[in-house]
């Protein structure tokens, strides 16, 4: 691994940089199109009632206002509704149910801000102007808002009872039972995991075309899956054809999870288009991103841990209630489930683990995936329970999970939900954040801020995800609905450079950069040489997208599996200008060279001879330099690391303020360290901000209270302190590049580790989140 | 009603409705796309230029109150060819991500640095404070602003 150049393992400035620091970037609000009409949506201001009648008389008739369509259109012209990807089984084997989800409500919304109308005007002002003068009369109900008594309240959907999606359950349960029945000890907790709303700083925006004459429409969107948006607007909401639906996902200014779904947006954004012969563009106001994103987390969870007395694990046992929202956003069922339970192992050989989830529904935004999905909640539940129990036991916090770790020489390591580790240093990332972090000196730090009248805590969490998602075999054995394999297409030039196309999707991760590294590290060619394109249903095959922290794992793979065939194709060439066999020919740094002798030919004078094919045996060898690779990989990747936070508490103000962060994180091998601190950084900064921060709450009526960045608390840069980051490295067994992925590890790590601390400096067992001052201080005064 | 403005050192004199926007007028009618908008209420720090020299969010100046004024936008501090220290600091410390809030994060920081005497790593983090991130938890952000104080 180089640790300078411009290969893998360097840290190399991002290419993509130079157009963002300018200006020069082109996000999908950027993008205008000639003679666009502009949307606004009408959305529900109830979050449950039955919609009488729609009155878009008057609307239409303000100036500028080209077309009013609702929900009872796009349903009249045969658009689909939104569908679910994922199929989850209940414990009696029954499938999960899925409501109908219309993009636009017709007969009656079910949260605020639910859209079930669109106003189309020639200007945004027109089209402002002509929502204001729609009637819309609701009768509305009483709304269901909380999750934990979803099941005794009004049914929200004819085809729900007890407002039940499923009731999934993974693990032994009569082993379970029988770990806790032989315990010395048990440790509880009740937690909740707060609902977060994801706030990538772009708003999510569309831009709708129709070409009448070719019949094609062209959408350009804030996706973080291109040709998903396409498979779905095509199969299931019907707008047109894959082959006549263009989706194009240029520059996206963050997704986090929140960008990977298909929202009634864009699809009546792209539909309308088609119907005006117009195209028609909307991008949302912040309070619509508060009201109308997909949200994350929002569990009610009651969790024990069995153990010996030396401190020794034996069962673990979790109950969840999953908040689902009005409706199942496109891979939400998936998420307290297959990304949840699965993770409950953690670290540790807990040899019998049962979990039940149960996904209600509430008249609140749809959930489902945000950075991390399911893990951190999982982190969040096995890592508070393993502190509860160090201090139950009165053990030392390093020592209890020294106790209980998968040792290296465990893996491959079968866990008793479901997952197969492949490989992990556990105590490796431990003990280096315990160096970083000073953990014999925080004693004496503890001590000196109880001299300032202050409190310090501290807290561990050693977590783990399972990412570089997925194996399509397993997940569609689960109830995927889709294969989770990735594409790559390298594309060498007639001059040698190369044109890389990637199935997956960069919005903020650097792939142009860490993509090009890799091919240009293993081609031989200089950086400068490759260029990444990816983000066009019409430019690449097909792809999968980026989330799960997937990109380098799989599409990483993908790139690789090409890249290999282009060296073996490059070789062929070789060796018939040689007139030898390709077995004479080695490839090594860009030189294709023969056996015991000194003939040799560089990349590029390969690649013109490619394009230039003298005499080529044609029957044997083709013209051209492509090659196109679909990855699907064998198992997932299992990052994993220890984080640890030290909190000093103001005695005053309840103030909590984070002394030190320090993450230990094993990704595999590192393609690019710089970019993944950056990212390591960001979750970090996510995870944060759910412990000590971020709270997205419904008032009784299912009004959202924290609608605006007045009242939903973002981290800000006065909130957070500088991290300390390192890595481990045990190297991924299974994929070309050892590499596990590291886009979500801080946000899954992050906040077990700083409510670990909170807890331990407040000497309470458990405290809601997020940690708020107000909170804090009022602990402080029942602690005494 | 007419407004008449300087931004990145060109004059213009336009047209605009009453109620139009400064950001407005620098995306919609210069095509000076890399001003963005983030939140609409002044909160994100997105769409921050620089107005007679000094830190202003757009999305809550009207065209109006620019008039008479010089305007400065991500787009007029530096090129790719010679850029600003705080671009090139933000390019170096690794301080963006998916670069929708830099362009409003860069603006600021600049005018953080001019202003201030003696900023250290504290300081930086409370005069960042209007601007939000999500993407890169401020670390480098932090790094950056402190790299271009020496250098500006």
Request: proline fraction near 4%; include cysteine.
């Amino acid at each position: 691994m180089a640790e300078n150049g411009t290969g893998i393992g360097a840290a190399v400035k991002r290419k993509e940089d130079m157009r963002f620091i300018t200006g020069a970037g082109r996000y999908t609000d950027d993008i205008d199109q000639a003679g666009q009409a502009c949307a606004v949506f009408l959305r529900s201001p109830h979050a449950r009632a039955t919609i009488g009648g729609i009155d878009t008389g008057a609307a239409l008739q303000v100036p500028g206002v080209v077309a009013v369509y609702t929900g009872a259109d796009l349903a009249a012209d045969g658009i689909g509704d939104l569908p679910c990807g994922w199929l989850v089984k209940s414990k009696d084997g029954s499938d999960m149910i899925q409501p109908p989800h219309p993009p636009l409500a017709v007969e009656r919304v079910n949260y605020v801000g639910e859209p079930y109308g669109l106003v189309i005007a020639d200007s945004l002002q027109a089209a402002r102007d002509g929502a204001e003068a729609v009637v819309a009369d609701f009768d509305d109900l009483p709304a269901v808002v909380g999750v934990a008594t979803a099941d005794q309240a009004d049914q929200l959907h004819e085809s729900v009872p007890n407002n039940q999606c499923y009731d999934w359950e993974l693990g032994d349960k009569v082993a379970t039972d029988a770990a806790f029945a032989n315990a010395d000890h048990v440790a509880s907790l009740d937690i909740v995991n707060n609902r977060l709303i994801p706030n990538a700083m772009e708003p999510r925006a569309a831009v709708g075309d129709y070409d009448a004459a070719s019949g094609v429409y062209t959408l350009h969107t804030t996706s973080q899956n291109p040709h998903l948006e396409r498979l779905v607007l095509a199969a299931f909401v019907q707008v047109a054809p894959e082959s006549r639906l263009r989706v194009v996902s240029p520059d996206v200014g963050g997704g986090f999870g929140s960008k990977i779904f298909v929202y009634a947006e864009e699809t009546a954004v792209i539909w309308a288009a088609g119907k005006l012969r117009r195209a028609v563009k909307w991008r949302a106001e912040r309070s619509e991103s508060f009201l109308a994103d997909a949200h994350g987390r929002d569990h009610v969870t009651k969790a024990e841990l069995a153990l010996s007395s030396d401190g020794t694990f034996l069962g673990l046992r979790v109950k969840t209630i999953a908040n689902m929202g009005a409706y199942l956003s496109t891979f939400a069922s998936s998420v307290p489930t297959y990304l949840y339970g699965t993770l409950m192992a953690g670290q540790y050989k807990t040899p019998a683990i049962y979990v039940e989830v149960r996904a209600m529904f509430t008249n609140t935004a749809p959930v489902d995936a945000y950075r991390g999905a399911g893990r951190p909640e999982a982190t969040y539940v096995v890592e508070r329970l393993v502190e509860t129990a160090a201090r139950d036991l009165s053990m030392d916090l390093a020592e209890i999970r020294r106790r209980n770790f998968i040792q290296p020489e465990d893996f491959p390591y079968a866990t008793p939900v479901a997952l197969t580790y492949d490989t992990g240093d556990y105590e490796a990332s431990l003990d280096k954040a315990l160096r970083h972090i000073d953990y014999q000196g925080f004693g004496a730090r503890r001590a000196a801020s109880e001299a300032n009248g202050n409190r310090r805590g501290i807290g561990f969490s050693s977590y783990i995800e399972a990412c570089g998602l997925a194996p399509s075999q397993v997940a569609l054995s689960l109830g995927a609905g889709v294969g989770l394999f990735e594409s790559a297409e390298v594309r060498v030039n007639v001059t040698g450079s190369v044109t890389v196309i990637t199935g997956s999707h960069s919005h903020g991760q650097g792939h142009e950069t860490t993509f090009a590294q890799v091919v240009s590290d293993r081609l031989g060619i200089p950086l400068d040489d490759v260029e990444v394109v990816h983000g066009d249903t019409a430019r690449s095959d097909y792809g999968l997208g980026t989330y799960g922290s997937r990109s380098i794992a799989v599409g990483g793979s993908a790139l690789i599996r090409a890249t290999d065939k282009i060296i073996a194709k490059g070789k062929k060439i070789v060796a018939h200008n040689f007139e030898t066999t390709e077995d004479n020919i080695d490839f090594t740094d860009g030189i294709f060279a023969e056996h015991e002798s000194n003939r040799s030919m560089a990349f590029a004078e390969v690649a013109f001879a490619a394009y230039v094919p003298a005499n080529f045996p044609l029957d044997e060898l083709e013209p051209g330099l492509s090659e196109k690779a679909f990855y699907d990989p064998g198992n997932f990747t299992y990052p994993a690391g220890t984080h640890i936070c030290e909190v000093e508490i103001d005695g005053e103000t309840g103030v909590p303020t984070i002394a030190a962060f320090v993450a230990v994180d094993d990704f595999g091998h590192v393609i690019n360290p710089m970019i993944v601190e950056g990212q390591v950084h960001g979750g970090l900064c996510q995870g944060i901000g759910q412990a000590l921060l971020e709270h997205g709450v419904y008032d009784d009526a299912g009004q959202l209270v924290t609608g605006s960045y007045m009242d939903y608390c973002m981290p800000r840069a006065d909130d957070v302190p500088s991290f300390t980051v390192d890595t481990t490295v045990t190297p991924c067994t299974h994929n070309p590049l050892g590499v596990k992925g590291c886009g979500e590890a801080g946000a899954i790590g992050a906040t077990a580790a700083v409510m670990n601390a909170v807890t331990d400096a407040l000497g309470v067992k458990s405290l809601p989140m997020p940690a708020t001052p107000e909170t804090v201080w009022k602990a402080l005064g029942s602690a005494g | 009603m007419e407004v008449t403005l300087t931004v990145n050192g060109a004059p213009h004199s336009l047209d605009v409705p009453d109620n139009a926007l400064l950001v407005e007028v620098l995306r919609e009618r210069l095509g000076l796309t890399g001003t963005h908008v983030g939140c609409d209420t002044s909160q994100c720090g997105a769409c921050v230029v620089h107005m007679d020299g000094c830190a202003v969010k757009s999305c809550t100046v009207l065209a109006g109150q620019a008039d008479g004024a010089e305007v400065t936008t991500i787009e007029g501090i530096g090129t790719a060819d010679a850029l600003h220290p705080m671009q090139e600091a933000f390019r170096d410390c690794h301080a963006l991500q998916c670069g929708f809030c830099t362009p409003g994060m860069i603006m600021a920081a600049i005018d953080l640095v001019k202003t201030s005497e003696d900023l250290d790593e504290q300081a930086v983090r409370d005069g960042l404070e209007g601007n939000l991130c999500r993407c890169t938890g401020y670390h480098n952000i932090v790094r950056a602003v402190l790299a271009a104080r020496d250098n500006m």
